[in-house]
């Protein structure tokens, strides 16, 4: 969540002075939070809806593209049998 957060932060303080209002109304004064989007981490443009999304996700990144986001596959709850869709991250780890 903190890593969310700061990439979130990041990405605001980077962002082109049209897409910093979608940035800037993502925080809830109020409340003191912040709506994170899956886009944050698809990669795909966000329009400021404060909706999760299961948009499509096939990337990879990182130094040596050991990194991927892929998604959304359906996953079946192993007690409850409910099925949901899931967004899959991970590294894969060098080998020596």
């Known amino acids: 969540m903190i890593i969310a957060l700061f990439l979130a932060v990041a990405a ?7 897409e910093q209002s979608v940035w800037d109304d993502s925080f809830d004064a109020v409340k ?5 989007p899956v886009e ?3 990669g795909e443009p966000w329009d400021g809806a404060k ?11 990182g130094d040596r593209s050991n990194k991927q ?13 409910e099925t949901l869709l899931s967004t ?9």
């Open 32 to 36: 003191q939070e912040r709506f994170i």
């Open 51 to 61: 909706e999760l999304n299961a948009s499509r996700a096939d990337t990879r990144f």
């Open 12 to 18: 605001a303080g980077h962002a082109a002075p049209a």
């Open 69 to 81: 986001i892929k998604g959304p596959t359906q996953w079946k709850h192993p007690v409850t049998g």
């Open 88 to 96: 899959r991250g991970g590294i894969k780890k060098s080998r020596g």
């Open 40 to 42: 944050l981490w698809t």
